[in-house]
């Protein structure tokens, strides 16, 4: 099913989603990856404040390669979720409504995202010049000095994304590939 | 040694850094012919509804790139550099070395391209541009350098695998480890992918392998006529076990296999499958 959503995300659209729907996102989402995510688990040790409230929010893991001039962002596409595995239940259990990202999930992953109604989208890797098209605006708000990790707002217009995990607990991955499978 | 010196060709290293610099840019924005085909080709003959949306807009994506001037993907790689040097060059005008990893910053810096190095990998303090690369020198007869620049985004990189067989795994075993391997691989190393196999040699040789198949054109088998038998084979499999685009499932989930063998020890049957997403990229120029 093909839908239009709004970012921040309501726990409601959230749960209106199912594995397999075709999404365009259009609203304001955030960017962090690999070191992204520690630095705001160490702000979570310390109890430090985090860069944005994780409260109805969509992660994108996603870093950017440089702008041209007079374009918001260069090439945009998903990095690969897993290795923000670690990072993600706890951000999740704060809130966290969606994640937008490219392969499989823990399970740890799978089960916070069904105990909190969450979403996890995957869109499509290696499609970041085609991608940036949906991106009308990016500014950098912490963590400048990691470069292309720190922490970017976004807006974003008709983003594409596939929804992959649902609140109900299906997993895209796992039943997409069946009904191809000719072992 | 009377007249060694006047066989010699003198190529400046300030040209290798040029070149160098234009071929981490070309390569990011532009794919090789042969890919290109394969990835067009792909999108005609894609079962999977979703799987053909999915290879569109990657031909969609790939004209953008080109256009744009934005990279295809934002993981524009590490530069993987293979320096094939001819016996009878000689470069002047300071480090080889150091003249190719300041052709991959100029490259990154003005490209616009991503710098996705850290200096120390448990430190991981960024570069900022780029450096080093990872450099392959092999001497090779005659007085050409033959550059092939590929940078190598780490989706799919961290996919990859080595296993050291043991000679009655035979045939079976290499196979079933190819299949392993792309298996795990599935949507986290973005297929359709192009898949780099390496047997024999030893533990590096074999990895060193699998990375320069990667750089064989995706329409090129191998000479070796039971090679390019498993090649096929590999390939009509690795299409079969419904991975497909983006790992949302189809009929195509690889593009090619290619396989590079060298000699090994009687008592090892070394094999590493280095897996690259659709993004398969690299620049080749001859000096």
């Known amino acids: 099913?093909?839908?239009?959503?709004?970012?921040p995300m309501s726990k409601e659209t959230a749960g209106e989603l199912r594995a397999g729907d075709y999404v365009y996102i259009t609203g304001t989402i955030y960017t962090a990856r690999d070191a992204a995510h520690k630095r705001m688990q160490e702000a979570l040790e310390q109890g430090e404040p985090l860069p944005f409230d994780m409260s109805g929010n969509i992660i994108y893991y996603m870093g950017p390669s440089p702008a041209r001039e007079g374009?918001?962002?260069?090439?945009?596409?998903?990095?690969?979720?897993s290795r923000m595995d670690k990072y993600a239940p706890a951000l999740l259990d704060m809130g966290l409504s969606g994640m937008i990202g490219k392969g499989r999930r823990s399970d740890a992953v799978k089960e916070a995202v069904v105990r909190n109604g969450a979403v996890y989208f995957a869109a499509v890797g290696g499609a970041g010049a085609l991608l940036s098209r949906s991106v009308t605006a990016a500014e950098v708000i912490a963590y400048e000095d990691l470069g292309t990790e720190a922490v970017r707002r976004l807006e974003v217009k008709d983003f594409p994304a596939i929804v992959v995990m649902d609140p109900e607990g299906s997993d895209l991955y796992e039943t997409a590939i069946e009904a191809y499978r000719s072992e | 040694m009377k007249g060694y010196y006047g066989q010699m060709r003198t190529i400046d290293v300030a040209d290798v850094t040029r070149h160098i610099g234009e071929m981490c840019i070309e390569a990011n924005h532009f794919l090789t012919a042969d890919?290109?085909?394969a990835m067009e080709t792909a999108a005609e003959s894609e079962r999977a509804p979703l799987g053909k949306q999915i290879l569109c807009q990657l031909q969609d994506n790939l004209k953008i790139a080109g256009e744009d001037r934005i990279p295809i993907c934002q993981d524009t790689g590490m530069a993987v550099i293979f320096m094939e040097i001819g016996q009878d060059v000689h470069f002047v005008g300071g480090s080889l070395e150091a003249a190719v990893n300041e052709g991959v910053r100029q490259g990154y810096t003005e490209g616009y391209l991503r710098k996705s190095v850290v200096a120390d990998p448990l430190i991981r303090e960024n570069t900022k541009d780029n450096t080093p690369a990872v450099i392959h020198y092999e001497m090779t007869e005659g007085d050409r350098l033959r550059i092939t620049v590929a940078p190598k985004g780490f989706g799919s990189e961290n996919m990859s695998r080595i296993f050291m067989l043991k000679p009655a795994d035979g045939m079976e075993g290499v196979k079933n480890a190819i299949l392993t391997a792309v298996k795990d691989a599935g949507p986290n190393a973005c297929p359709p992918m192009v898949v780099g196999?390496?047997?024999g040699g030893t533990f590096e040789k074999c990895a060193l392998l699998a990375k320069k198949a990667l750089t064989r054109p995706v329409n090129e088998r191998s000479a070796i006529p039971y090679v390019r038998e498993l090649e096929e084979e590999m390939l009509e499999r690795i299409n079969r076990t419904g991975i497909g685009p983006g790992g949302l499932g189809g009929t195509t989930t690889a593009l090619a296999v290619n396989i590079n063998t060298y000699p090994t020890h009687i008592a090892g049957l070394p094999v590493a499958v280095n897996i690259c997403c659709h993004v398969n990229r690299h620049a080749v120029r001859i000096l």
């Open chain 1, 1 to 7: 099913m093909e839908r239009h959503i709004q970012a």
């Open chain 1, 71 to 81: 374009r918001p962002i260069g090439s945009a596409g998903p990095t690969t979720a």
């Open chain 2, 35 to 37: 890919m290109a085909e």
């Open chain 2, 197 to 199: 196999v390496g047997i």
